[in-house]
C-alpha cells in the first residue's frame, strides 16, 4: 500500500493550494481518508477527513470554512482544497488511510500514511 501526496508550495497568505494524494496497491473505495499536518516543533495535528462514500466530512475548526476535503474513488484519490490560505497553515500536510468506512480524527484510527507535502503560507 502506497500514498503519494503532492499539490504542496509556497503561496501567499489569502491564497489557495490543492493537495491531491492518490492511494495504489489496494482499493480504497471502502475506506475512510484524512489529512493531518505538523509544523514545525509542533506535535502533528488532524485536518480533515472524508468516509467511504464522501457523504460525511469533518474538519478541524481552524480550517472549517476554509478547507475542503473530497475524494474521487475511481481514482483512488483524495484532495484537500486549501483557501484563505494563513501563516499559520504552514506545515507538512500528510494524507492517511483508515481500514474502515466511517471517519476518524485522531492519528491512531489510521492504518497507512503518505510521505508529507510541505505547504509554505508567507505573510
Known amino acids: 500500500v502506497q500514498l503519494q501526496a503532492s499539490g504542496g508550495g509556497l503561496v501567499q497568505a489569502g491564497g489557495s493550494l490543492r493537495l491531491s494524494c492518490a492511494a495504489s496497491?489496494?482499493?480504497?473505495?471502502?475506506?475512510?481518508m484524512g489529512w493531518f499536518r505538523q509544523a514545525p516543533g509542533k506535535e502533528r495535528e488532524f485536518v480533515a477527513a472524508?468516509?467511504?462514500?464522501?457523504?460525511?466530512?469533518y474538519y478541524a475548526d481552524s480550517v472549517k470554512g476554509r478547507f475542503t476535503i473530497s475524494r474521487d474513488n475511481a481514482k483512488n484519490t483524495v484532495y484537500l482544497q486549501m483557501n484563505s490560505l494563513k501563516p499559520e497553515d504552514t506545515a507538512v500536510y500528510y494524507c492517511?488511510?483508515?481500514?474502515?468506512?466511517?471517519?476518524?480524527?485522531?492519528?491512531?484510527?489510521?492504518?497507512?500514511w503518505g510521505q508529507g507535502t510541505l505547504v509554505t503560507v508567507s505573510s
Open positions: 492517511a488511510v483508515r481500514n474502515g468506512i466511517a471517519v476518524a480524527t485522531t492519528q491512531n484510527g489510521y492504518d497507512y
Open positions: 496497491g489496494r482499493t480504497f473505495s471502502s475506506t475512510a
Open positions: 472524508i468516509n467511504w462514500s464522501g457523504g460525511t466530512t
